[in-house]
């Protein structure tokens, strides 16, 4: 029973998985933008200013790629580049969390407010349990990504 139980726990979370980016592209969409855009938004929201190189390793995503992000946010105006006042030679990232937050938020009102009673309808163990998944889950996540060459945890 227990090799069957967890090939249907290891299913579900591929089905969470999946089903996890297909809400996230849909919620990108109704925004005007990607899936993969409108989550690397977030490490703005809760990181803030950064450099184009602190949001490549925070992404795992080459330098030319996040020029290319950074060109799309400033684009819409979520983000813009401004010159660190230290170091005229470095370019800071300065999200408008205001305006992102304006964006997405209502996007994702109804979902947070059902997630938030989901796990509210747990018993405090059985969210222990979940906690202790989650926390261990992200861990192999990323040491998987290290070994194959990713920098950071996202810390979020």
């Known amino acids: 029973m227990k090799d069957q139980s ?3 726990i290891h299913q579900l979370s ?14 990108a969409g109704q925004a005007g933008l990607s ?4 989550k690397y938004l977030g490490f703005f929201i809760t990181k803030g200013t950064m450099t184009a190189g602190e949001l490549a390793v925070l ?14 946010f400033e684009k819409k105006k979520l983000v813009k580049r401004q010159f660190d006042k230290e ?15 304006a964006l997405l938020e209502p996007l994702y009102k109804t979902f947070s407010t059902l ?34 060459g990713g920098k950071q945890k996202p810390g979020l």
Do not use: C, N, W
């Open 6 to 8: 967890i090939t249907s």
């Open 14 to 27: 591929q089905l969470y998985a999946y089903t996890s980016l297909q809400m996230h592209e849909s919620i």
């Open 35 to 38: 899936g993969t855009d409108q």
């Open 59 to 72: 992404t795992g995503l080459t330098t030319g790629a996040v020029t290319g992000l950074i060109d799309r």
């Open 87 to 101: 170091d005229r030679r470095k370019v800071l990232i300065v999200p408008d969390t205001k305006k992102i937050t």
């Open 115 to 148: 997630s938030v009673q989901l796990i509210a309808s747990f018993s405090d163990r059985e969210q222990k349990t979940l906690i202790t998944y989650f926390e261990k889950a992200i861990d192999l996540m990323t040491t998987t990504r290290e070994e194959l």
